[in-house]
């Protein structure tokens, strides 16, 4: 039976040849194969052109039915199956060698001009025969048929088809490629993209739409204002984080939740550009806002602390040295205090602005007047120049206002002699003109008045008389003229009874003095 089967497969691997010469491109499983087996078929195919008639040992086919079934199922991938007719009976007693001319299965012609090198007649089997015949065949054919036909039979079976059969599909296992598509996915998220939730663009217009309830909006639109500089500042340099929005509340001053953070911090930033605050003395801002090193440089050149005053309610920032635009809430700069945290509505508002001798000049800007709980504005010893703005009369709070040693001109706001708790007037040593109104007799707290060396003119009211609390009161060096009226000269100490006005000075000097005082402290 082995041999048997070493002829039949001998006549399988001769059909492959000579397919294998008339179709050059393999199936890939045989390529696949080649290189592993190569060696075993060079040696079966050794063996198989020996002289079949031989027997001798050397010339006996080793070939095991396990080999048979690896070329039967090789060949059996290489080409296309086709359906099987059923199987001719065939007697027991006398088996017949399987005829190379009359197979039940197509025979595949090779498409050659000329005669086939092999034998063509090559049955093609699905595997090895279920019911193996029981005994050798009497007369085996010994070998391949030794003189192949000449030239393609001329009748070939009936049945296949006309053409080739195509080249069968290779049986190759292929990775299934992840599922792409033509762009990534991107799944939305809740989270702002921006900060505020509000792109770069939307961010500027809101703060520029906030700020314009504080400023004139036409002064943004020029880049050398105070205004504009500081809207630029807080919009696109400010390096303080969080990052302050202007479409909701954060850390700085709310006034108990009434005004955005913002609009202190915008106040303050104009009142340094409109005061020239690079050219201060000390506590300009950094060069580069995002630079710790150049930060801690300017901090290091301030040293600018608020005068105490001894107030008794906790302040944020009144020994804070910090330079001014630096990334901290303002009330770190130097020369600012803040509200403290047991007056909850007012903590981080602030409180204090106090320069003496720094190098202040420019003018001042109106925006200060928003500053609505401030209590203590100190701007003393600069050349500060231009009017004092009609908007400090909103500083509902303020106890001091001393702007001495200044180049102020213009009037004195008729709006500052509302400010009901106002105790200290200072105003010496400045270019203010026109009269002094007789308003002045409204400021019932006011224990210090000091208008020295001003152009002030005309006659002093007699509503200062009405300042029950007056205890300084310096009128001279301007051009009043006229006599001290009685109701001032009732609030000296030297009355009887004592008035609590201690020191009253105005140009009462010399024979023809511009003012007639009998009860001045002394006469300039």
């Not at 696949?32 to 008639?53: S, V």
């Not at 508002?349 to 003018?363: K, T």
């Not at 205890?471 to 009732?490: K, Q, W, Y």
Request: contains cysteine; charged residues 20%; proline residues 13%.
């Amino acid at each position: 039976m082995a041999f048997k089967s070493a002829i039949l497969l001998a006549g399988c691997l001769s059909a492959t040849a000579a397919a294998t010469k008339q179709k050059p491109s393999q199936s890939r499983f045989l390529r696949n194969r080649k290189r592993h087996d190569a060696r075993r078929g060079a040696a079966i195919n050794e063996k198989l052109h020996q002289d079949p008639k031989s027997s001798s040992p050397q010339h006996q086919l080793d070939i095991t039915a396990e080999d048979v079934g690896f070329w039967t199922r090789s060949l059996q991938s290489s080409f296309t199956p086709l359906p099987t007719p059923p199987p001719t009976r065939r007697s027991t007693n006398n088996p017949i060698a399987p005829s190379p001319v009359s197979t039940p299965f197509p025979t595949d012609v090779p498409e050659t001009p000329g005669p086939t090198p092999n034998p063509t007649a090559v049955p093609e089997t699905s595997g090895p025969t279920p019911n193996p015949t029981p005994g050798p065949t009497p007369n085996p054919t010994p070998g391949p048929t030794p003189n192949p036909t000449p030239e393609p039979t001329p009748n070939p079976t009936p049945g296949p088809t006309p053409s080739p059969t195509p080249e069968p599909t290779p049986l190759e296992l292929v990775p299934t490629p992840s599922p792409t598509t033509t762009a990534p996915t991107f799944i939305p998220t809740a989270s702002p993209t921006f900060p505020c939730n509000l792109t770069p663009d939307e961010r500027a217009d809101e703060i520029r739409e906030l700020l314009s309830t504080i400023s004139e909006p036409s002064l943004f639109d020029d880049p050398d204002t105070p205004q504009a500089k500081a809207l630029d500042w807080i919009t696109n340099d400010d390096a303080i984080e969080p990052i302050l929005c202007p479409n909701e509340a954060g850390d700085g001053c709310t006034r108990g939740g009434t005004v955005n953070p913002l609009v202190q911090r915008y106040v303050v930033a104009t009142f340094y550009f409109a005061t020239e605050g690079d050219d201060w003395n000390k506590c300009t801002a950094a060069d580069d806002f995002d630079d710790e090193g150049s930060v801690g440089d300017a901090n290091d050149n301030c040293d600018r602390i608020v005068t105490p005053f001894g107030v008794g309610n906790d302040r944020v920032g009144d020994t804070s040295t910090d330079a001014w635009l630096g990334p901290v809430n303002e009330c770190e700069w130097g020369g600012i205090a803040c509200w403290g945290e047991d007056t909850a509505n007012l903590n981080l508002c602030i409180d204090q602005l106090d320069f003496e001798s720094d190098g202040l000049s420019g003018v001042l800007a109106k925006e200060i007047g928003n500053l609505e709980v401030l209590r203590f504005l100190i701007l003393e010893r600069g050349t500060i120049s231009g009017p004092i703005p009609t908007e400090f009369g909103d500083l509902e709070r303020l106890l001091i206002l001393d702007m001495d040693f200044n180049d102020l001109s213009g009037e004195i706001p008729d709006e500052l002699f509302g400010l009901k708790s106002l105790q200290q007037l200072d105003l010496n040593d400045n270019e203010i003109t026109g009269t002094l109104s007789s308003r002045v007799g409204e400021l019932k707290f006011l224990t210090f008045l000091q208008l020295d060396h001003n152009l002030l003119s005309d006659t002093i009211p007699s509503e200062i008389g009405n300042l029950e609390n007056l205890r300084i009161a310096f009128l001279s060096e301007n051009d009043f003229t006229g006599e001290m009226p009685d109701e001032v000269c009732a609030l000296r100490n030297n009355t009887s009874p004592p008035g609590v006005l201690g020191v009253l000075v105005t140009d009462c000097q010399g024979n023809d003095p511009e003012v007639i005082c009998p009860c001045c402290s002394s006469c300039a």
